[in-house]
C-alpha cells in the first residue's frame, strides 16, 4: 500500500523571495504548476443507503495537473485517499493510504469517476505556483485561485506550503528510503521495515522543516 506523510504553514508573502532562496538552493529541481482538484462524493442512492463508516472513502479527487516544464500537456489522475492516521498515532505527520492512477490520453475521468459511483461534485480547487523536489520530497508553494482563468489569488497576502513524500511499505528486509538509498535489514519483520521507511521519510520531511525554520512553521494539519 502507498502511504503519504505531509507537514504544511502558511508562508507570509513578503518572506516568498527568500523562502524560494533556499529551497532553489536545498532541491533538485523545480518546477511551475497549475492545478484543478475536483472531488465528488457517492450519493446516498450509489451508496444503497447504507451509511458509510469512513466519509473520505466516499469521495474521489479528480486532478487535472499542469507544469511549466510538460508544456500545454495535462495530466489528468484519480485518486482515493484512506482517513487519515489520528494525531495519537502519526504526530509528526499527516498519515494516509492513497491509490492513484493516471487517466489514459482521451479517456474523460469525470465519467469514469461517475460510472463508479461517484456522482455529485462536492468541490473545486484551484491551486498555481512552485513546487520543488529532494528525492521523493516535493514542497509545493502555492496560492488558491476562484477558477483556471482568475488573474489574482483569493489571498495575496499569503503563500501555502505543503510537504510530501510517498511510500510503500515492504516486508523485504531491503527497504528504499526516500533519498534512494537502500538499507539491507537481514531477518528484520515486515512491521520493522515499514516503520523504517516511514521513520526515514518524516526524517526527510523535517529536513524541510529546519530548512524552511524562521520562515515558515510546519507541521502536521489535519
Known amino acids: 500500500?502507498?502511504?503519504?506523510?505531509?507537514?504544511s504553514g502558511i508562508l507570509p508573502a513578503?518572506?516568498?523571495?527568500?523562502?524560494?532562496s533556499r529551497l532553489s538552493a536545498f532541491?533538485?529541481?523545480?518546477?511551475?504548476?497549475?492545478?484543478?482538484?475536483?472531488?465528488?462524493?457517492?450519493?446516498?442512492?450509489?451508496?444503497?443507503?447504507a451509511p458509510a463508516p469512513d466519509p473520505?472513502?466516499?469521495r474521489v479527487r479528480v486532478k487535472a495537473l499542469r507544469t511549466r516544464s510538460k508544456g500545454e500537456r495535462v495530466e489528468w489522475t484519480i485518486?482515493?485517499?484512506?482517513?487519515?492516521?489520528?494525531?495519537?498515532?502519526?504526530?509528526?505527520?499527516?498519515?494516509?493510504?492513497?491509490?492513484e492512477f493516471a487517466v489514459e490520453e482521451g479517456s474523460d475521468p469525470r465519467a469514469?469517476?461517475?460510472?463508479?459511483?461517484?456522482?455529485?461534485?462536492?468541490?473545486v480547487t484551484h491551486r498555481r505556483g512552485q513546487v520543488w523536489r529532494r528525492g521523493a520530497v516535493s514542497?509545493?508553494?502555492?496560492?488558491?485561485?476562484?477558477?483556471?482563468?482568475?488573474?489574482?489569488?483569493?489571498?495575496?497576502a499569503s503563500y501555502a506550503v505543503s510537504v510530501s513524500t510517498r511510500f510503500t511499505a515492504s516486508s523485504s528486509s531491503s527497504s528504499s528510503a526516500p533519498n534512494g538509498r537502500a538499507t539491507s535489514n537481514p531477518g528484520t519483520p515486515g512491521a520493522g521495515a515499514?516503520?523504517?521507511?516511514?521513520?526515514?521519510?518524516?526524517?526527510?520531511?523535517?529536513?524541510?522543516?529546519?530548512?524552511?525554520?524562521?520562515?515558515?512553521?510546519?507541521?502536521?494539519?489535519?
Do not use: H, W
Open 139 to 156: 514542497v509545493e508553494l502555492f496560492q488558491l485561485y476562484e477558477s483556471d482563468t482568475a488573474p489574482e489569488p483569493l489571498d495575496p
Open 1 to 7: 500500500m502507498t502511504t503519504e506523510l505531509s507537514i
Open 27 to 49: 532541491c533538485d529541481s523545480a518546477d511551475s504548476f497549475a492545478l484543478r482538484e475536483e472531488v465528488y462524493e457517492r450519493t446516498a442512492a450509489s451508496s444503497s443507503g
Open 112 to 123: 469514469l469517476v461517475d460510472s463508479l459511483g461517484f456522482s455529485k461534485k462536492a468541490f
Open 79 to 99: 485518486q482515493l485517499n484512506q482517513k487519515p492516521e489520528p494525531p495519537r498515532t502519526a504526530p509528526r505527520a499527516l498519515q494516509f493510504g492513497v491509490t
Open 56 to 58: 473520505d472513502s466516499q
Open 194 to 222: 515499514s516503520q523504517e521507511v516511514r521513520d526515514r521519510a518524516i526524517a526527510a520531511l523535517e529536513d524541510v522543516a529546519r530548512l524552511l525554520k524562521g520562515l515558515v512553521d510546519l507541521a502536521r494539519v489535519d
Open 14 to 20: 513578503t518572506l516568498y523571495p527568500a523562502t524560494t
